[in-house]
Every structure is written in structure tokens, then in C-alpha cells.
């Protein structure tokens, strides 16, 4: 017997010995009814010694997308490490998820509130609990999330420039698009970097919305993950991606010139030359027409869905430049 088979790892004061499942439920604050609302935390550890890796969702309470995913990941027993351990959280504000909301009932959004406190807002003091109680143990992490409001995201893996692990990871992974983003001051990315952890972020889909083909992003991303850092169980066969991921580097967004109704091209995911046309605005009485036209070549990474637009709204987000593919 070696010291390993014997060393548990404690998370919310529970212990999770070598070859043990755990469910630990959290409570940090009861609704207003003094109904219990508890947020399950699902590890799985293997006998056989190795990174600790999270896969979580839900830090938005409506993208529901990340959600299903990481039940996915459960449900497919995908979870169950060859060595070393795995934590599941599918929903970690699980009062906006009640609520189909993106915030915490105190208003805040919980992405903006890290490292929290102790003593803080509801929001800031869940945001604490993450990260002394969780986030120490971890090595590797992969926060799913989805496009807000109306915005359909393509597939994407999100991650810091000038940082040469997390671009081996995000070529593992594979999703179709990887964007270069800074981290957000008070995101729970910005406080894990600080950690050491090696966190993807990961966006698809819309909030409100389950889309399988995302899903099925989302899954076959995290089995070649496992698959990379030799955790992930035989049994599960590894998807490859046909075409490596694809960097951008640079994007922006294409704005309403008007209000009306947007009819959308399905362009999302998919690359335009200059000038080829994204959607058309209409007004509800049949007088007009105007085509919004890509104003550069690029890919179109996010569209907004709403049938319904105003002068200035953001409605596609698209590369400028085509950055690096992975080798």
C-alpha cells in the first residue's frame, strides 16, 4: 500500500479517498422561503494517481447548454477517471437556474465577483467557497458557458494570449474556433489563472437553448482532453476533429444600421468573403429591406437570433484577421 492509497483529498469537509464516487451537496444560503437549495458536486477519483481536473457549467444561471454538457459527461460515466480524479459541478449558480436568470438574487453577476469574500454578497461569498474550497486541488479546468441573450455562439474554446500550455490545451480540445481573449477582471478565470490552474473556457450555443450538435462539441472536446493527460477510461472511443481549431486572433462585431426585423442567413460557424450577406432588416409592413453584409473576409463566430433588432445592436461577431491554425 502506497501513501496515495490512503491520503484522502477533503473538499466542503468531506473526504474522497483513493477508488471513491462522492456527491457532495453544498448549501451556502437557503431562498427567501428557507427551502434548501444545494449545489451537488460529483468526484470521481481512481485508485490510480493523477491530475485533479473540473468540468463546470452553469456560472450563468440560463446557459443551459454548458449544463447539458457536463450531464452529458456524467451520464455517459465519462467522469469515471482512469487515474487520478475528476469533479463535476453542472450548475454552480443554481439559484439563477431556477430562476432562468444569468445572475444570483442579489442582482450580481457571479462571473464578476471573484476571488469573493467570506463576509460579501451572496454572490461574492459562493465565489469564495469555489475557490478556497475547491479550486487549490485542482490542475485542470474546463468552464462551459453559452452566448447571452439571443447570441447563438459557435463552438469555441476561449484562452489567454501568450500562454503556451493553454494553447497545447486548446489544440487538444479542438473545437472548431479558439479565440484569443483577455481575462476579465473578476472572472472566475482571471482568479484560477492566478492559482496556477489551467482553466479553458468554453462557449456555445445560447442561453435558454440546449443544441446537441454544440453538445456534441462540448463532449468530444473534454474525451480528447482526458484522452491527453491519460485519464480517460478505455472503454470511451475519442472523436478526432477532421480540421484543426482555428486561432483569431482579432474580431469584431457587425451593428444594426436600423430597427426591424432581422431574418438570418445561417452564416454561423461558417467563413465570408467581404461583402456576402449576413441577414436582411425589414420593417413589419413590407416597406423596406436592407442587407447587412460582412465588412470584411472573415468567420462568423456569433449571431444574434432575435427576430427582433435595434439601430446599433450588435448583431454578428465576426474574425478580421484569420489567425494561426494549430500545427
Not at 438574487?105 to 476571488?115: E, H, K, Q, T
Request: aromatic share 8%; hydrophobic share 40%; with cysteine.
Amino acid at each position: 500500500m502506497t501513501k496515495h492509497d490512503t491520503i484522502p483529498i477533503v473538499i466542503f469537509g468531506e473526504s474522497i479517498f483513493p477508488g471513491e464516487s462522492k456527491t457532495i451537496n453544498v448549501e451556502i444560503a437557503r431562498l427567501h422561503t428557507t427551502t434548501k437549495l444545494n449545489i451537488p458536486v460529483i468526484i470521481k477519483r481512481s485508485k490510480i494517481e493523477g491530475p485533479i481536473v473540473l468540468f463546470c457549467a452553469g456560472i450563468h444561471g440560463d446557459e443551459i447548454n454548458g449544463v447539458e454538457i457536463v450531464r452529458q459527461i456524467i451520464r455517459k460515466k465519462i467522469n469515471t477517471p482512469k487515474r487520478g480524479t475528476i469533479i463535476c459541478i453542472p450548475i454552480i449558480n443554481v439559484y439563477g437556474f431556477v430562476n432562468k436568470s444569468r445572475e444570483f438574487p442579489d442582482g450580481r453577476d457571479l462571473n464578476r465577483v471573484f476571488p469573493g469574500s467570506k463576509t460579501g454578497s451572496l454572490a461574492s461569498r459562493f465565489a469564495f467557497h469555489i475557490l478556497t474550497e475547491i479550486m487549490p486541488l485542482v490542475q485542470y479546468a474546463v468552464d462551459f458557458h453559452a452566448g447571452g441573450a439571443s447570441r447563438f455562439n459557435a463552438a469555441q474554446i476561449r484562452i489567454a494570449h501568450n500562454n503556451e500550455e493553454l494553447k497545447i490545451l486548446a489544440d487538444v480540445f479542438n473545437a472548431p474556433f479558439t479565440l484569443y481573449s483577455k481575462n476579465i477582471l473578476g472572472s472566475f478565470r482571471n482568479s484560477s489563472e492566478k492559482m496556477n490552474v489551467k482553466m479553458l473556457l468554453f462557449e456555445g450555443g445560447k442561453s435558454l437553448n440546449i443544441n446537441n450538435a454544440i453538445a456534441e462539441e462540448g463532449v468530444n472536446g473534454v474525451k480528447r482532453l482526458l484522452s491527453h493527460l491519460d485519464m480517460l477510461d478505455p472503454t470511451h472511443n475519442v472523436i478526432q476533429q477532421k480540421t484543426p481549431t482555428i486561432y483569431i486572433e482579432k474580431s469584431g462585431w457587425v451593428r444594426a444600421k436600423c430597427s426591424g426585423l432581422l431574418h438570418d442567413y445561417n452564416t454561423i460557424g461558417t467563413f465570408l468573403k467581404k461583402g456576402s450577406v449576413l441577414a436582411t432588416i425589414t420593417d413589419p409592413y413590407g416597406k423596406f429591406e436592407r442587407k447587412i453584409k460582412a465588412p470584411n473576409d472573415g468567420y462568423v463566430i456569433n449571431a444574434n437570433l432575435s427576430p427582433i433588432v435595434y439601430e446599433g445592436d450588435a448583431i454578428y461577431h465576426m474574425s478580421n484577421t484569420v489567425g494561426e491554425e494549430s500545427e
